[in-house]
């Protein structure tokens, strides 16, 4: 599961953030890694020109998917409507792009700025039905955060 309260988390994030600015995103996906056991891959998407590109993350292997098109997948389906999707098993979802044979559940939170979408969070999980509301609040808290700093990277 995870090794920490979600509030503790949140405070050492913001932490994080305020000591390294756009810096410490990497440094974040690497605390997050290692704090919340389910979350094996995170990683950060960018909105350029109506797509989506990766950005910094951390896993055992890096994605193919660099790119995604706004309504494709779970990722670009998220950037278009600017709202949090869960999939609970990535094997019953016709939107899924595969990754990664391991995974079986995803979360995607947009990061908006003034209601834009701006980038994505993007974390897929070994386990089925990883993700639980407290994961949506958390994950939405964390976004929020990002939103200034996710513009220079």
């Not at 994605?63 to 098993?89: K, L, M, Y």
């Not at 079986?104 to 700025?113: M, Y």
Request: aromatic share 10%; with cysteine; glycine share 8%.
């Amino acid at each position: 599961m995870f090794l920490m309260s979600y509030e503790e988390a949140e405070k050492i994030i913001h932490l994080i953030l305020q000591k390294k600015k756009e810096k410490g995103i990497q440094d974040i996906l690497t605390y997050l890694n290692g704090h919340f056991t389910y979350y094996n891959w995170i990683g950060i998407y960018i909105v350029k020109e109506n797509k989506l590109c990766l950005g910094p993350w951390i896993g055992t292997h890096p994605t193919e998917h660099t790119e995604i098109p706004f309504g494709t997948g779970v990722c670009g389906s998220a950037a278009q409507t600017g709202r949090t999707e869960v999939v609970n098993n990535v094997h019953s979802d016709k939107r899924y792009i595969a990754c990664f044979l391991t995974t079986r559940s995803e979360i995607v939170v947009p990061i908006k700025q003034n209601g834009t979408v701006i980038g994505e969070i993007d974390i897929d999980s070994d386990s089925l039905n990883a993700f639980s509301k407290k994961d949506i609040q958390f994950l939405e808290k964390i976004a929020d955060m990002f939103q200034t700093y996710i513009c220079n990277l």
